[in-house]
Nanobody, 122 residues
Framework: QVQLVESGGRLVQPGDSLRLSCATS????????MAWFRQAPGKEREFVLG???????YFTTATKGRFTISRDNRKRTVYLQMNSLNAEDTAVYYC????????????????WGQGTQVTVSS
């Protein structure tokens, strides 16, 4: 069982930047695809960004150019850098992992963190 722990979520103002972290003690971390999903109130969980075990990144139209994902295999941590935040980015952000390629369907991801709340409000 891969345990994931997110951190970094908080209340920010529109236009601010924020970095989320997701750490694990899983020794095979470097062989895992990682991703961030988010879920806003009343909405389905949606794919934000993913990064393969080789470091290739995958993004959506909504986050392209504003959000980036990176990983540090030595620290067993994946990061989500979010810039130019707006109210529509308000959501619980989840870190997830799977063995295999990055996919956008949440149902195909195997391990999930508990989530971290990001609120964008003035």
């Amino acid at each position: 069982q891969v345990q994931l722990v997110e951190s970094g979520g908080r209340l920010v103002q529109p236009g601010d930047s924020l970095r989320l972290s997701c750490a694990t003690s899983e020794p095979t971390f470097s062989n895992l695809a990682m991703a961030w999903f988010r879920q806003a109130p009343g909405k389905e969980r949606e794919f934000v960004l993913g990064i393969s075990e080789s470091g290739s990144t995958y993004f959506t139209t909504a986050t392209k150019g504003r959000f980036t994902i990176s990983r540090d295999n030595r620290k067993r941590t994946v990061y989500l850098q979010m810039n130019s935040l707006n109210a529509e980015d308000t959501a619980v952000y989840y870190c997830t992992a799977r063995r295999g390629p990055v996919v956008e369907s949440s149902a195909r991801w195997d391990y999930w963190g508990q989530g971290t709340q990001v609120t964008v409000s003035s």
